[in-house]
């Protein structure tokens, strides 16, 4: 009796964070340029994506209130990002773009193209700015993506900038909390590539 009294008197054990990602993506599914009949888009090469470092360098799922202090970050507790958004981001942009183009990282797509003796592909630079969920009152929060594009063709003398693009997507989170929040950022993270793609597909015709 004296053993499980002091048993009981344990702390408990320590609950894992929930580990969250923008879902399993397109599954097996024909290029939308072959299902649609549409002519495939030139290739592009896609840097890694870069931060202002600190809060976003981590796996951290991060919110502000902005009805109190806009201004903090905060990081839920038992709730965490797969890999850093950075790569998430990346991830998700190489999927949905693939539909229509060949995605080649960056160097890649530049030999591959030099051993054929092929036109190099633009390349592409983004940089992201902000990733939270964002509470406009305790019940009410968006997912906010905030990406700085920059679009430039590598040449032998050099690069030329072809154009550079905000791209700002904020989408409505359906429960005040870190699930709701990666719902709303996935759907925000899908508006923004959307955008980038049509900017892509304009700023490209040279």
Do not use: H
């Not at 009294?5 to 990602?21: E, H, I, N, Q, V």
């Not at 509470?135 to 030329?160: M, Q």
């Amino acid at each position: 009796m004296l053993l499980l009294g002091g048993c009981s008197g344990l702390p408990d054990k320590p609950t894992r964070a929930s580990m969250y990602d923008f879902g399993p993506g397109v599954l097996s599914t024909p290029p939308t340029s072959l299902a649609t009949g549409q002519a495939p888009l030139p290739p592009l090469a896609i840097e890694d994506i870069v931060t202002s470092g600190g809060a976003l360098d981590n796996m951290a799922l991060l919110y502000r209130l902005g009805y109190a202090d806009a201004q903090q970050l905060r990081p839920y507790a038992q709730a965490r990002w797969s890999m850093p958004p950075a790569q998430l981001v990346r991830q998700r942009l190489r999927e949905q773009l693939g539909q229509r183009r060949a995605v080649f990282n960056a160097g890649e797509g530049v030999a591959l193209n030099r051993r054929q003796g092929a036109v190099l592909p633009l390349l592409l630079r983004l940089d992201l700015e902000e990733f939270s969920q964002l509470f406009t009152a305790p019940d009410s929060s968006v997912g906010l993506i905030r990406l700085r594009a920059t679009l430039v063709e590598v040449t032998p003398a050099g690069e030329k900038l072809i154009a550079q693009r905000q791209v700002v997507a904020q989408r409505p989170a359906p429960t005040a909390d870190a699930p709701g929040g990666v719902r709303a950022l996935t759907a925000a993270t899908d508006a923004a590539i959307e955008e980038l793609d049509q900017w892509l597909q304009q700023a490209a015709v040279r």
